[in-house]
């Protein structure tokens, strides 16, 4: 019998007791062992929930006990949580914990203590929830090189964006429908700002390329300036507009962003809706793989956990490497990046046309609502697209483009 503790019996935490207990006689099968919940960490107390009788408030009943052989971590935060991790490990307990930000800001230290000490630190949960994307990347994907990851890593922001593009909503209408929901916190920062896809293609990036991707390095900008107008052109387009994490590597360089951006119906994320989650990879002899799947949510979660546990239990005295360098990788300047531009301007376009033509070449002009048009521009360097469009007065808005 393996036994664990699990740190936190919040959603996630609750979740991973109910998955080990729900399929308890087939993770026994696929380990040739039976987990056991020895302890559950946490501040609060849970009467008349037969988790009680486990319920530890100090983590230090964990860390003392030999017989705990994998820690769950699953408080969030970047403290206690790191400091409790670490200390586990460096105890020779592994680690498997669905902590984002924990994984993003020291999952190289991290992973380099479980080396060190024969244990695994695991975090299948911390990208995706319950899409397996980070196993495939270690294992299935190994001999390839990983010329581009692009997902869709926030279910929050995709719900609202289906919203506003389906039913015409603006975004205070979708942000209060999706609180309501249980979809947003009540300060949705963290989702609408990029922040939470920023950190999770910060931990795919770092993990594709082998070394440290710092998210703060990262160019990240969230929905909060997508009006309703703007999904009125994109209909006339035929595109859709997604909150994309994207990394891509371009010769030597490497390009990491989060932005809105205006993708086709060729387009791999073009029918992930609502909730739904999905992460796009290319690989030089691959090709193109996608995984789809619920991003969020406590058992979807919770099962991405119970399977690093799993795979913790079947290489017990074996540390699993993951190539994941502390070593920093330094990303490009996004203004060399190239993309299509989406843009709309205040005027007419018989105002107006002449000068974006004399900027941008021969565009097509839009008119979809008074006294504003759109149009869109062939594919060019961020830097240039900034020198021209300062040029032009009236400018409301500009998304980047894929189609």
Same mark, same amino acid.
């Given at each position: 019998?393996?036994?664990?503790? !699990?740190l ?17 006689e ?10 056991d ?6 501040? /609060?107390?849970f ?7 486990k ?6 009943v964990?860390?003392?006990d ?11 935060? !970047? ?8 200390q586990?490990l ?7 914990t ?46 390839d ?20 593009s ?17 979809y947003?916190? /009540?300060?949705p ?21 082998g ?7 990262i ?6 300036k ?14 859709v ?33 609502g !909730? ?24 979807p ?8 546990v799993?795979?913790e ?33 205040s ?13 941008f ?8 609502v ?23 007065d009236?400018?409301r ?5 894929n189609f």
């Amino acid at each position: 019998m393996t036994k664990i503790a !699990v740190l936190g019996y919040g959603t996630v935490g609750s979740g991973v007791v109910e998955v080990l207990e729900t399929n308890r006689e087939s993770i026994a099968r696929k380990t040739g062992d039976v987990i056991d919940v020895k302890y559950v960490l946490d501040l /609060r107390d849970f009467p008349g929930d037969p988790i009680q009788e486990k319920i530890v408030h100090d983590y230090d009943v964990i860390l003392k006990d030999d017989e705990v052989r994998i820690v769950v971590e699953v408080m969030g935060g !970047v403290e206690p949580a790191n400091t409790y991790v670490r200390q586990a490990l460096m105890a020779g307990k592994n680690v498997a914990t669905s902590n984002k930000a924990l994984v993003a800001r020291h999952g190289a230290e991290l992973i380099a203590i479980a080396r060190e000490n024969s244990v695994n630190f695991m975090f299948e949960a911390s990208v995706g929830g319950g899409i397996p994307i980070i196993r495939p990347l270690l294992q299935s994907l190994t001999a390839d090189e990983i010329v581009e990851i692009t997902g869709i890593l926030n279910g929050t922001t995709n719900y609202m964006l289906t919203k506003m593009s389906e039913d015409g909503l603006d975004y205070d209408a979708v942000l209060k429908t999706a609180q309501d929901k249980g979809y947003a916190e /009540r300060n949705p920062e963290a989702d609408v700002e990029g922040y939470d896809a920023c950190r999770k293609i910060a931990i795919l990036a770092s993990l594709a390329y082998g070394h440290q991707v710092d998210f703060e390095d990262i160019y990240t900008e969230g929905i909060t300036k997508i009006t309703e107008t703007d999904f009125e052109y994109a209909r006339k387009l035929g595109t859709v507009i997604k909150l994309l994490a994207t990394c891509r590597r371009q010769g030597e360089q490497v390009f990491a962003m989060v932005s809105p951006v205006m993708i086709g119906a060729d387009h791999p994320l073009f029918n992930v809706k609502g !909730v739904f989650n999905a992460i796009f990879v290319k690989g030089n002899m691959l090709g193109d793989a996608m995984f789809y799947g619920r991003g969020a949510g406590k058992l979807p979660t919770a099962s991405a956990v119970v399977a690093d546990v799993v795979e913790e239990v079947k290489h017990i005295h074996t540390n699993i490497r993951i190539n994941w360098s502390a070593q920093k990788l330094c990303l490009a300047d996004v203004k060399e990046a190239s993309h299509r531009f989406f843009v709309r301007v205040s005027g007419s376009p018989e105002e107006m046309g002449a000068r974006v033509r004399e900027l941008f070449g021969e565009v097509t002009l839009l008119k979809v609502v008074d006294g504003e048009f759109g149009f869109v521009t062939e594919a060019m360097e961020e830097s240039c697209f900034d020198a021209k469009i300062k040029q032009l007065d009236g400018v409301r808005t500009r998304i980047r483009g894929n189609f």
